[in-house]
Structures are given as C-alpha cells and as structure tokens.
C-alpha cells in the first residue's frame, strides 16, 4: 500500500486522516473573513485550509454568464445576489490575496492549499510552494491541466464526484505518465447536499481494490456522521467545507460544517482510527487485569474435610477469578482434599492431593 507525504504528515489507508477545511469561496472575498476562518480552523485542529484559485476568465465562458446561470444546487439561489457574472467577480481570490493567504498560513503552521482551475492557477501555487495540489471533479476529464498539474512533481489530491471508474483510472493514468505518482483518490458525489441513499460510502473500498493509493473523502453532507463513517472504511483524508456562519450569502455556507462540527470531525476521527486497532484478536492489559475481578473461580457449596473426594455438587463458580477456573473443573473433580476447607472458599491447586 503506498503511503504519500504531505508536509509532515504521512497518509495511507486507515491512517489518522488528514483533516482539510475546505473554505473554498466562502471568504466571500472578505481577507478579515477568510483570516477568521483560518484562525477557527486551526483551533478546531485542521491540516490545513483550502481555497479555489479561479478568475472570472478562467472558469466560466460567456455562453454561461449571459444564461446567468445559478449554481444553487436546487435551493433557488435563496444565498446569492446580483447575477453570476458579480459574485464570481466578488468572490475569486486575486494573486495577492493568495500570497497575504498563505503566509498567513505559515504564521499558523497550518497547511495552505488551493484547487487551481487553469494551468496558469496552478503555476500561481507553484510560486507559493504549496504543499500539495487539489484537482476538482470536474477536471476529472481535464487531461491537460491533469499532466500540467502533475509535472510540479507534488502530490495531488483528486476528487472523483460525477466520474465513472473508468473515467477515474484514466486520470491516474494521465497523472503517472507524467512520472507523478504521489496520489491521493477521493470518493466524491458532487451533489450538495447528496441524498444519503446515493454516497455510497463502500465505494472507498471499491477505490481501495482498484487502486495503489491512498483513499479519502470530499464530503458534501450535512453534519459529521458520513466524513466519520468514511474513517472506519479506511478514508485517510476527509475534506469538509467550513463556514463561521451557515446563513452567510454565497454557494457552499449551507452544506458547510460550522467549527463545532469541524471539530468532533477532527476528535472522533482520531478516537475512530484508534478504536479500529488491530485486525487480530487480542487482549488488552487492561483487560487481563480486569480478569482477576470479573472472572469466576471454583469455591465450596459446603465446609469440606480433609480426606473428602471432591464431586460435583461440592462445588459452584463465583467472583473473584484469583483461582481456579470454571473450565479446569475437570481436573478437580474426584481429587481429595488434604486439609479443612470452610463453605464459600476458593479452592486452590495446593489444597488438593
């Protein structure tokens, strides 16, 4: 199973997942925002936080700004305002603003990272040594800037929401024949919120049997059960939208988790991957000693005298298990007793003849 490094943090299947929130443009082109969001992440115990690196000429075509088109995944577009053309133009990070981002970062130790939407985001990044580059779903079929992105020689983190499996080898393919092959896979459904019914979280394992790479998850559910479910199946890296406030205008604050939920996904994560252990039976220390108070021993019904042959209504199971066990019974009966054994007593191994 191939294990691939980011920063300082080693990922692999079942590993401790790398936690990223995924702020993307819910900054709503504010820096104090965005500044707070990163600030709340890091205490929440994030990896690391990510935006989206687009411009109003590199994601949109015309066609699609004058269909002002909504992009609300059904709710009405209840959180926008003006037109598409406005808040793509509100919301999209300038150069600078990527550089201010970062280095505020770095002045946290928490990761920055970015999904560039064209090659020229992508070189943008590269300048800002980011540890490691997000690939959208819907660059799943982006060949080109799939083999510019992977020819930085970092890892890539690629989400796989709207793909089908052969869509999804292909990618790696393209990524691998570049000479990269520090890849991380994320099941994905890219629907916001998805309909619990169509995550189909056994697809991590699916990836896991298809592929030599890391598996994670890019969440789109409300709440925390289903990014916490992804950790038992193997998912080493969760990311998970992030919002200070769920009622904020722009696309994602509604399917986003608030730094509470942020949180219990970094905690529980770790408790999960913990609690997982080992795949072999074992007994814990805690657990032998707990043996000694729990377990049950072989003691008297009645006074016994010394010279009596041990039979069966002799005897009865009780608390403390310090002597001899229920399951060596056999061994005791038809022994004799070589001295006076009170009624309720444990019987030990130097009492018998």
Not at 44 to 73: H, M
Not at 126 to 154: C, Q, W
Not at 268 to 295: D, P
Request: with cysteine; glycine share 6%.
């Amino acid at each position: 199973m191939k294990k691939i490094v980011i920063g300082k943090k080693e990922i692999f299947n079942f590993s401790k997942p790398y936690i990223i929130a995924e702020i993307g443009a819910n900054h709503n082109g504010d820096m104090v925002l965005a500044k707070k969001m990163i600030d709340s992440a890091k205490e929440c115990g994030a990896d690391a936080v990510k935006f989206q690196s687009w411009t109003p000429q590199s994601l949109i075509a015309k066609e699609e700004y004058d269909r002002n088109q909504s992009y609300d995944d059904g709710d009405g577009g209840k959180k926008h305002f003006g037109s598409l053309k406005e808040m793509v133009e509100k919301y999209y990070l300038r150069a600078e603003q990527h550089l201010e981002l970062k280095e505020y970062c770095d002045s946290l130790n928490i990761d920055f990272c970015s999904t560039p939407f064209s090659t020229g985001e992508a070189d943008l990044l590269e300048k800002l040594d980011v540890p490691f580059y997000k690939t959208a779903s819907m660059d799943i079929n982006n060949l080109e800037l799939l083999r510019h992105v992977a020819r930085k020689g970092k890892p890539i983190v690629m989400s796989t929401g709207m793909a089908t499996l052969s869509e999804i080898e292909r990618a790696i393919k393209t990524i691998e024949n570049e000479g990269n092959k520090q890849i991380v896979i994320l099941h994905c459904i890219s629907i916001y919120p998805p309909k619990y019914e169509d995550i189909h979280l056994r697809n991590i394992q699916m990836l896991q049997k298809a592929f030599p790479y890391p598996i994670g998850f890019s969440d789109h559910t409300i709440g925390t059960s289903i990014p916490l479910a992804s950790v038992v199946l193997g998912g080493c890296l969760i990311e998970k939208h992030f919002t200070l406030d769920k009622n904020l205008p722009g696309w994602d604050h509604a399917v986003s988790a608030s730094p509470e939920e942020l949180k219990t996904i970094v905690v529980e994560s770790e408790n999960i991957v913990r609690a997982l252990g080992n795949y072999h039976r074992t007994v814990s220390k805690a657990e032998e000693e707990k043996k000694l108070k729990f377990r049950r021993s072989i003691v008297t019904t009645k006074p016994l005298s010394k010279g009596h042959v041990i039979k069966i209504n002799d005897l009865d199971f009780k608390r403390p298990g310090t002597g001899i066990p229920p399951d060596e019974v056999k061994y005791i009966l038809g022994r004799t007793v070589n001295r006076e054994i009170d009624q309720d007593e444990l019987i030990n191994w130097k009492d018998l003849i």
